[in-house]
């Protein structure tokens, strides 16, 4: 079992920024997928970002077009955390984000993860 907590989230206004944290326990995977996704209200949740790392350290990453160039994934190789770097935020950001992870190559659908944080609010004001 691997457990996931988020944090981060909050209130912030067009154009700032907010750092979102993503916090593993439990059984740890030599290589693994560790993804963002988001969900609105009314809509169904998508794929934000995602990273793919060894122990040697980082691998591979990748972003939603909506996103890319704004958002940046990266991982904290001794506090087992990942973290979502979140620049020039629009209202159209508003969501609940979810960490998720799995051991297998997951990539941008949901139904690859295996395991879920309870999700962070992100709301941004225009």
């Known amino acids: 079992q691997v457990q996931l907590v988020e944090s981060g989230g909050g209130l912030v206004q067009a154009g700032g920024s907010l750092r979102l944290s993503c916090a593993a326990s439990?059984?740890?995977?030599?290589?693994?997928?560790m993804g963002w996704f988001r969900q609105a209200p009314g809509k169904e949740r998508e794929f934000v970002a995602r990273?793919?790392?060894?122990?040697?350290?980082?691998?591979?990453?990748g972003y939603a077009d909506s996103v890319n160039g704004r958002f940046t994934i990266s991982k904290d190789s001794g506090k087992n955390t990942v973290y979502l770097q979140m620049n020039s935020l629009k209202p159209e950001d508003t969501a609940v984000y979810y960490c998720?992870?799995?051991?297998?190559?997951?990539?941008?659908?949901?139904?690859?993860?295996?395991?879920w944080g309870q999700g962070t609010q992100v709301t941004v004001s225009s």
């Open positions: 998720a992870a799995t051991s297998n190559p997951g990539h941008i659908y949901p139904s690859e993860y295996d395991y």
């Open positions: 439990g059984n740890t995977f030599s290589r693994y997928t």
């Open positions: 990273g793919r790392w060894s122990w040697s350290g980082f691998s591979t990453t």
